[in-house]
């Protein structure tokens, strides 16, 4: 054994070891009453000097007026800052998303996962560098009343990642429910640059949800959704409105979607700003729902950022797509329309041979690739600022394939429905396992394929996909699509935006993506997924093993 592996089989025996004590000084707490008192007894006193950010996340049932009327019964986060300055937990008041977590590149950050649902539940973090049981792999998933601590530096370029549940099957009606958050990290590049802030530095989460009569939000039953619970106020929560019969199994089978559009967890969402420059952070948080995104007026999109940070430059686009999870930051200076003038942020007509299935899927009153406004806003005073973002924006290189083990010999991962379970390679998840094609040497890069052919679609029909890695940001090096699918395809592809970090990428009906993938720092087991979590929860996730 090396000295190496020794150090860090130590470092984490130590903190599972951490982990479990913590856990059980929680539990005698909560005995007694005392939520809380766990993360300030023992060792933990002397753990906490090294440490910038300390945050506690609690996972609660809640109800917020979501609509006028009736409150909606959520799931959310609420945070409690422990330590750390102000600016690093920030609530968005009256709703049910999470906080935003604000942190720079090389803090140390301690978050303490409490959970408070009467069902199993981890985070993920989404788009982080970070070892594997920090992750929020299914497999770390807590009991009700436990608790995780993570405790990890932060190794990521700014940029706007995010969080949100990972346990195993019950993705999708966590995240429905309102379990998501921002998690926005910057540095120093990002600092000189001159970008808007404070205030016009607005975060966009951009989600879709159905309502029923009483305001009570509609997803899965909970024999669907595959999660048995005895718990009353849950139960109540999932009964009310549940989808019919058979329109219910292609929900599960192909994805949720709501008829409503919600921008930061309001429907109908309109604000006033300053004609000035903005940063606009676009988070696609929806469940199953892809967004073709664009201006009213067809003014054209200035693109800042993508998954993983700062572009090297700024891109213009005509529209962009946002599938699920992916992110994209604009730089927009209102100043260019006049005072009162009222913009809309619209989703444009898309085919990708889904509307056919709608009728299928219960017939949702707002099928895949319909257009519909996204968000209103109102331009109100404010003096014109600079009219360009700066044109350098960050070293950002071109991608070198050419470092990969396997340059000419792409892994291929065939996405695949048989016997109505999605899978990779005819796989569906195996919480510990990943078979030889998924293992790779840490220190190494490999190209992968992700295909997404007709053949292996269910019934001869395909669909997107919108394919995430976990523990790394990579970058796209190729796109092919079958002759078959242009037609489809030209109604989406000059919206991809491809020249940035990555961590999710949209993978079209009978197209192939390449991707260039680092193994870096951290050995172990981490998940790689559709993000469309319906698909995640029935199958379309596996793992791959980085060893040493
Ligand atoms: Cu944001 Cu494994 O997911
Ligand atoms: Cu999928």
Request: glycine share 12%; proline share 6%.
């Amino acid at each position: 054994m090396s000295d190496l592996k020794a150090k860090s089989d130590v470092f984490r025996f130590n903190r599972q070891r951490r982990r479990v004590l913590i856990r059980s000084v929680a539990a005698a707490a909560a005995a007694l009453g005392l939520p809380g008192l766990g993360a300030r007894a023992g060792g933990e006193e002397r753990a906490a000097a090294g440490i910038d950010v300390h945050i506690e996340l609690h996972a609660v049932q809640d109800r917020v007026a979501i609509r006028p009327g009736e409150p909606t019964r959520v799931w959310r986060y609420q945070g409690k800052l422990l330590r750390g300055d102000a600016s690093a937990l920030d609530a968005w008041a009256g709703n049910y998303l999470g906080p935003i977590i604000r942190v720079r590149r090389g803090q140390r950050v301690r978050i303490d996962l409490i959970n408070e649902l009467p069902e199993p539940t981890i985070i993920h973090w989404h788009g982080q560098h970070l070892p594997d049981d920090m992750d929020g792999h299914p497999r770390f998933a807590i009991a009700p009343g436990e608790r995780y601590v993570y405790d990890f530096t932060v190794m990521n370029r700014a940029g706007s990642y995010w969080f949100h549940p990972h346990p195993h099957g019950r993705t999708g009606k966590q995240v429905y429910f309102g379990l998501a958050g921002l998690f926005l990290v910057s540095d120093d590049e990002e600092a000189a640059l001159d970008l808007p802030t404070g205030p016009h530095d607005l975060p966009l989460v951009i989600q879709d949800r159905s309502f029923d009569d009483d305001n009570q939000f509609v997803y899965l039953s909970e024999s669907a959704a595959g999660a048995a619970s005895q718990n009353p106020e849950q139960r109540g929560m999932m009964d009310h409105g549940m989808m019919g019969g058979m329109g219910q199994m292609m929900a599960r089978m192909m994805g949720v979607l709501g008829d409503q559009i919600l921008v930061n967890g309001r429907p109908g969402a309109s604000l006033e700003v300053e004609r000035r420059p903005h940063r606009l952070r676009l988070l696609n948080a929806s469940n199953a729902r892809m967004y073709k995104l664009a201006w009213h007026d067809q003014s054209p999109l200035t693109v800042i950022a993508t998954d993983g940070g700062l572009l090297a430059a700024p891109l213009q686009r005509d529209y962009i797509m946002l599938s699920p999870a992916e992110r994209i930051d604009l730089w927009v200076d209102f100043g260019r329309w006049t005072a009162g003038t009222e913009l809309t942020l619209q989703s444009l007509a898309f085919d990708d041979g889904m509307a056919m299935m709608g009728g299928m899927m219960g017939g949702t009153a707002l099928p895949d690739g319909a257009p519909f406004p996204v968000l209103k806003l109102r331009l109100g005073g404010g003096t014109r600022g600079r009219a360009a973002p700066p044109q350098r924006l960050s070293r950002l290189q071109r991608p070198q394939a050419r470092v990969a083990v396997n340059f000419n010999r792409p892994k291929v991962f065939k996405l695949t429905m048989g016997m109505m379970v999605w899978g990779i390679n005819g796989q569906s998840f195996d919480m510990l396992g990943a078979s030889p094609l998924e293992t790779v040497k840490l220190g190494t890069h490999e190209v992968w394929e992700f295909r997404n052919d007709a053949a292996t679609g269910m019934m001869g029909m395909t669909m997107p996909h919108s394919m995430h890695v976990h523990g790394l940001q990579f970058r796209v090096i190729g796109r092919f699509v079958a002759g078959g699918f242009s037609r489809q395809y030209g109604t989406v592809k000059a919206g991809f935006v491809d020249e940035g970090w990555k961590d999710t990428v949209l993978v079209m009906p009978g197209e192939h993506v390449r991707i260039l993938l680092g193994f870096a720092d951290y050995p172990g087991l981490f998940p790689y997924h559709c993000h469309m979590l319906e698909h995640e929860d029935s199958g379309l996730m596996r793992n791959y093993l980085v060893k040493e």
